[in-house]
């Protein structure tokens, strides 16, 4: 069948009035081509609006160049003449062999490559940023350690990991990218503590890298870090023999009872020979409790209960607490003299001091300290020798020394526990039990007070040696 030549289409002038005065299909649509430039067109449909169309090859193809709106011609000026105009400049590029539409898309992709290139370059930069961010130096993470960690270790654990940084680490590693601290690098941190024999500070720093990279390694927001370089050095550079051991001093004689009595024992004018009269009096407090030398030495008047006998220790003292368990503690006769003793002395705390100031109270009036505590013990160890306690010992070893003393009279280990404020185990103790256990606990402490007289009664007396009963005031 011979080829038909295409009728070419009815054409009219196309503008504002002629669009806005066509009649809109129900369906499909209408287009209607210009008398002016070839290939400009209008589709219209249901809508008020139209669409200006360049139309041109065999087919041909129709190219959507722009819209029509009612308002043109109206409210807004006519966009036909401008939409004729460019409809001219593709025929011109047709009639020149070019391919507008093509074109078009051609442009279209390269601007959309284009934006793509700007966001991935805007998107790495944006990771970069973050990646710098989380990129820490040392310095900035210990800072993150302790703003993030610190709260859940107890203040004196605290203050010593910011000693240690501050002497060992701020110096050699401060403004390096904590990413870059390798296991050589902590060796090398440590080796001149290990040629001066300082094992136990060896153990201490290795101890704080090691936590401080553990940090860093399970925080999701510092991904650049992924290795803890400290991880496994303590068993390789310090030996079990080199290790600090446990420490295991405890009085447990009588001669080593009646020393610490004599020491401790307040003379006539509330002084003690070569002791503080408070720091010998919470000494003594300490050997008749089982607490803690922190606990002991910040002590507050509104803690005890004068008539029930009772000291409330609280859950969050600063500074104090470690188990960070609130507990009662019964207090028997020979500690209410102690207590009674120094009642009304003017101060917040049952020992003050004027040597100390408390961060907690904002350098407000001072407190006995645990520290205090530990030098006086240190300064009497040649009296101590003298009457024949050659191993000295520290506050706390008082508190071991209650612990074994407890044992010795057949007290319960769950009621030593309890006396220690030690955590117990067990689905009933953690969400049933809720007894104080105070009337077990203040007999085994009353029976350990016994055993103390009778051990120091036992022995030969001398004219120097003090009952264990006596106290801040005497009896």
């Known amino acids: 069948m011979a080829k038909t030549d295409r009728k070419p289409p009815e054409t009219y002038k196309l503008d504002d009035e002629f ?12 287009i209607y081509y210009d008398s002016e430039v070839k290939g400009f067109a209008v589709r219209v449909t249901r809508s008020p609006d139209a669409t200006f169309l360049f139309c041109y090859g065999p087919t041909p193809r129709r190219m959507v160049i722009g819209k029509w709106t009612a308002s043109s011609g109206g409210s807004r000026s006519s966009v036909v003449k401008r939409m004729r105009a460019l409809a001219a400049d593709y025929r011109t ?120 990279f553990s940090f860093a390694v399970d925080d999701d927001e510092l991904d650049t870090i992924t290795e803890n370089p400290a991880r496994g050095l303590k068993k390789k550079l310090v030996s079990k023999a080199e290790r600090p051991q446990p420490k295991d001093r405890a009085l447990v004689t009588a001669r080593e009872f009646r020393a610490f009595y004599l020491l401790t024992a307040p003379r006539a004018n509330d002084q003690v020979k070569g002791m503080n009269a408070d720091v010998a009096a919470c000494l003594r407090l300490m050997m008749l409790t089982g607490c803690r030398p922190s606990e002991a030495a910040g002590i507050e008047w509104d803690e005890i209960d004068f008539h029930a006998k009772l000291w409330n220790k609280p859950a969050d003292a600063p500074g104090r607490s470690k188990s960070r368990r609130a507990d009662m503690v019964p207090l028997v006769d020979e500690a209410m003299e102690i207590l009674v003793a120094r009642r009304g002395n003017g ?69 030593i526990k309890r006396t220690l404020n030690h955590s117990t185990k067990g689905v009933t103790d953690i969400h049933y039990m809720k007894s104080m256990l105070l009337r077990q606990r203040r007999a085994a402490l009353q029976g350990w007070v016994d055993y103390l007289e009778q051990m120091i009664r036992g022995a030969p007396q001398a004219d120097n040696v003090v009952e264990f009963r006596a106290a801040a005031g005497g009896r």
């Not at 669009?19 to 209408?30: D, L, M, Q, S, T």
């Not at 961060?359 to 520290?371: C, D, K, M, P, R």
């Open 19 to 30: 669009i806005r005065n066509r009649e809109r299909p129900a369906k499909g649509n209408v």
């Open 93 to 212: 590029q047709v009639i020149a062999g070019r391919d507008p539409y093509k074109e078009r898309q051609d442009d279209e992709a390269e601007r959309e490559a284009a934006r793509r290139q700007r966001e991935e370059a805007e998107a790495e930069r944006e990771a970069a940023r973050i990646r710098e961010e989380r990129d820490v130096t040392v310095d900035e993470l210990f800072a993150r350690y302790l703003a993030e960690h610190g709260p859940k270790l107890r203040p004196a654990t605290a203050r010593a990991a910011s000693r240690r940084f501050k002497r060992h680490l701020r110096d050699a590693w401060g403004n390096r990218k904590a990413k870059d601290v390798t296991r050589a690098d902590v060796a090398a941190l440590v080796k001149p503590l290990r040629a001066q024999g300082k094992a136990s500070e060896v153990v201490h720093v290795l101890s704080l890298v090691n936590g401080l």
């Open 347 to 415: 101060s917040q705390y049952v020992f003050p001091s004027g040597r100390s100031r408390r961060a907690v109270n904002g350098g407000g009036e001072g407190v006995l300290t645990e520290h205090r505590l530990a030098a006086a013990l240190r300064d009497a160890a040649p009296r101590l020798r003298r009457m024949g306690v050659k191993e000295p010992f520290t506050p706390h070893d008082l508190r071991r020394t209650v612990t074994t003393g407890l044992f010795d009279i057949d007290v319960s280990e769950y009621i």
